[in-house]
Nanobody, 116 residues
Framework: QVSVVESGGGLVQARGSLRLSCVAS????????MGWYRQAPGKERELVARATNRDGTNYADTVKGRFTISRDNAKNTVYLQMNSLKPEDTAVYYC??????????WGQGTQVTVSS
């Protein structure tokens, strides 16, 4: 009924930049929050950044100052601008959205690989 789809992952060199996009679709009345998580091999999934409709944002300490989350409400889209990438940023990045006050939606994940 509602879903999110990520794009923008790929291979990038250290100190490079990448922008991820996530588009929500379906019968959407409201998107209460959208965010990005990541999971590296052998590690737990962790919060990277999230944003709410109240314009609040939160970042993991490891990405603070390097990553920026933003939303385009008209397009039901959230972005993650990643700058100064490090090899330790390598992970599968997942988009998450809480939609219509009831649907906790996850994307399929997009691989980000940062080479040294």
């Amino acid at each position: 009924q509602v879903s999110v789809v990520e794009s923008g992952g790929g291979l990038v060199q250290a100190r490079g930049s990448l922008r991820l996009s996530c588009v929500a679709s379906g019968s959407i009345f409201s998107i209460n929050s959208m965010g990005w998580y990541r999971q590296a091999p052998g590690k737990e999934r962790e919060l990277v950044a999230r944003a709410t409709n109240r314009d609040g944002t939160n970042y993991a300490d490891t990405v603070k100052g390097r990553f920026t989350i933003s939303r385009d409400n008209a397009k039901n889209t959230v972005y993650l601008q990643m700058n100064s990438l490090k090899p330790e940023d390598t992970a599968v990045y997942y988009c998450n959205a809480y939609i219509n006050h009831r649907h906790d939606c996850w994307g399929q994940g997009t691989q980000v690989t940062v080479s040294s």
